[in-house]
């Protein structure tokens, strides 16, 4: 461990030198724009919104033009469709292209269609590739077409490639802009040429080291540059344990790597092997969020991130979760139809009317607990094919004692509820029944939903309480049938 | 758009120079311990498991010495006990401390037993001092006091210090090591120290520039000092607008933060103002990726990320489960006394038992997606003060339209099954009063835990349908015993 007295620098003399400027904090730039959670402030909205209906145009400007972009993407999405079109009317010459690749997707096609083609192409040519290219993928193909044939010939031609790539895949993540050295050089060559400045992008966390055939050889963080003499090999600088990315790698297994690897910056080669971008860590952090919140959305069936967009209208989203619900109304009416075969027990015993929910719901909560384990074992790959039986055979004995205790708990409660030590067993009985099938099945869907290439999170909850509702039903009505009637 | 080509460096002249070693890839290195998801290849665990049995120690030395640490972790993970204590005992010497905050806790906790606290002690002076801090927070205390005693004063200072902020603070993901330059020096003089090399740590990606009370007054990134000229000086690059990170932080708020401002590292002060550690961008990665994991399984019923672990014991996990399951049995009997109520009505009419799971099932599903959305949206911070209300009407529309539509199919179902009009026309009207219910309890379940400073995604679930087995029972079988009986 580095010690922290050493890794400072010696204290400062007696600040003679030059006045040091004070550190500019967003929330205190833009006066009050943001509270102490960095959120937007809403006594600042309302007054964007009095200015812009008031059409106080300079007022808007000093008020939004030195938002930081996030903050800028969040007030749009606060506001409502005429003052949205407002500010963005307002502030259409300053308006920052970061903006755009933060909104929420019904709110970006409004202020696309607000600022038109001409300012959309000159807002590609500004964003870095990687913002162009998923910026670009969101345009309805028309609107693509029209924007793109604004672009110069280069522009447009590095954006259709990236677009070519599959949406989920490396290459639509990587980034063209990228800082590559020939293996040959020396740190003082590589600093000149960074120096030089025409050549390097704006912003790069690594270098990376290529063979004549412009194949990497390694990476080379910065500090590592910064820390080295100018005569040293950029060579003997390198870390060659380098994990080179296809373009056509799933964008999850990416994060994986960057996550396992603890990896800054990937780079991204072609067919031939050749560096042709790279991919940084934040464009991972994007993609594990986006994974984690489409894992929690599917179990509980909205489709995708889009779906549960806060700005997406009510006639879409009641369209998208209406799918769901359909599928849902199914299964309930196939565990109504296990009721209907023991009807006539029903109307002889009403108890079991009354009791008949609880085995049923037992079973779906505690199968929706292995499911969840097993959907987030699978993202993080703690599960895989070396360890699967152990832990199915571990959530058997789990739902067994789970089961045991719930039977003695529940046939106890039915026993001094009705007054029926027979009913007590029966619902005991199809308790630990059920409990046993809703480990095997929340371990089992995931994993073949997982097999035959699905989402294992996409469809498995309705799955589950189909098996739970059906085994549970069955369970109790048809023992209570054979044994109390 | 930085154009790709410019971003290149020239052309390398054929390799005349010295020749280019191969890259190597992690897989390559250690011979097929990986398959191509960078996965442990189940034929290497056989081949370790098999020399390990076999006491043959050279030969575990040679095929797991070269193993990346997050690759011995899952290794360790996979193994059973016995196999895992012959392999940690075998690779004492050797051991990469690394290894250990990557481990799920009860494995951890095994090994550490093995190593004992002689060896822990080493562990924690190798490594980072944020690693070294979270691993030492994972100890049980009279562990934890047995290797700090092991430790020299200043590193036990340093981990008594992390650990005195509270567990989900900055202070505790900050590292102490980085680099801080006073704002007076130019690029030169900052490459000069940096080349001199004891003071600096070993990895670090930006320069923190203090005033002489060593209080942040900017961050530099890495690549602007290689670009910029040796004369100019230091406080013309940095990035004036920089958030200052108090150690009391919520890690939320800091995850948040560095998503929203697109950060690479952050200074962190104490409550002078002084800068006194930093955190980069890996710690927030995992910081983000483990609250996605809690809220996920925390909707589902699984209390912690730790209780998700797959290594944990079958009793420990089937204990934790529990107490959720008991929880919903509680809520199951409220319902089920809810069905009592009307034990008489579904005696006379035997088809309102087969029907009356429908309303209930289909509330819980309805209001599970508004819930996971605003669970969501809550955490992405989408959803706040300033948009509430428009989105809670929102739900409760989106519930009435669906509500409607599942009303009409519902209802001509019921019709079509029993041959009764009326029967079909409760339902219905049992359907629309549910699932705007539902609609409401999803929204206004989270948001309330929320404001009362609980964890949203908590117990939701519970309380959801807690809610909709109610209203869902009591509804349909109150509605039918007025009209139909």
Known sequence: MASVETSTAP???PSEGSPAPQPRSTRRAVGGALDERFELDPGFIYRVTAAVRGDLKDQVRAMVGEL????????????????????????????????????????RDEVIDVLGFEDIALALRELDSDDAVYLAGKLEPDERAKVL??????????????????????????????????????????????????????????VFVVDPRHRPQGVVELHRILKAKRIERINDLVDPEIEVIPTDMDREEVAFLFRQRNLTAAPVVDKSGRLIGQITIDDVVDVIDEEASEDILKMAGVRSTEDSSLYRSIMTTAHSRFIWLMINLGTAFLASSVIGLFEDSIAKLSALAVLMPICASMGGNAGTQTLATVIRSLATRELNASNVFRVMWKEAFIGSINGLLFAAITGAFAYFWFDDILLGIVIGVAMITNMIAAGIAGMAIPLVLDKFGADPADSAVVFLTTVTDCVGFFTFLGLATWILL
Do not use: C
Not at 69 to 97: C, H, K, Q, S, T
């Open 11 to 13: 204290p400062a003399p």
């Open 68 to 107: 930081h972009y996030a903050d800028m993407a969040n007030l749009l999405e606060r506001l409502n469709v005429a003052d949205r079109r407002g500010v963005v009317d307002i502030m259409r010459d300053g308006f920052n292209p970061d903006v755009l690749p933060e909104l929420s997707a019904d709110v």
């Open 149 to 206: 044939a604004r672009l110069p010939a280069d522009n447009r031609a590095l954006i259709e490639q990236g677009l070519a790539y599959g949406e989920h895949s490396a290459g639509r993540l990587m980034q063209r802009e990228m800082v590559a050295v020939p293996n040959y050089w020396n740190v003082g060559e590589t600093i000149d040429y960074l120096r030089s400045g025409r050549r390097t992008p704006e912003k790069f966390y690594v």
